[in-house]
């Protein structure tokens, strides 16, 4: 599907997804139109089920699931931002960055793939991103268990 045309025909938030950032404080979400405007925007495609998280809650902060790790999801209108400040693209060019644990590690995705990655932002490579899950569901899973 056309990325335009899912923006504005995409279902809710699947249910397991919601129950792992229920902990989380969310960010405000963007009105439809700055979420077209921001993903049309972006380079390249974003795996679908973020999106839809994106769409719902636009990122947050907290601990993911019951016991899970403290993670933060940047706002989608300040990823660009985030992964310049980082410099990502010169040092780990097939990642994109979409959050932090707080710590010394990123959260993110491979650009080629899709693949859910996290990485240490010190001497961060494309080849020392570890894949942690194939969808967002997954790798929220992983977060919750980490």
């Known amino acids: ?22 902990n989380l404080e969310q ?31 636009n990122g947050g902060e907290g601990v993911i699931g019951e016991d899970g790790r403290y993670i933060r999801f940047w706002p989608l209108e300040e990823l660009m931002k ?29 650009k080629a793939t899709g693949a859910f990655i996290e990485i240490s932002f010190i001497g961060m490579s494309d080849n020392d991103a570890v894949e942690r899950g194939w969808t967002f569901e997954e790798f929220l899973v992983f977060l919750s268990r980490a």
């Open 1 to 22: 599907m056309h990325l335009s045309a899912w923006i504005f025909l995409s279902i809710d938030m699947d249910y397991t997804i919601k129950k792992l950032v229920s």
């Open 27 to 57: 960010n405000p979400a963007l009105t439809l139109v700055e979420f077209g405007m921001v993903v049309q925007s972006l380079p390249f495609d974003f795996p679908l089920d973020y999106l839809d998280y994106m769409k719902e809650c």
């Open 82 to 110: 985030a992964n310049e400040d980082y410099s990502v693209s010169e040092f780990a060019p097939g990642l994109f960055f979409i959050g932090t644990d707080g710590g010394g590690t990123a959260l993110g995705f491979k």
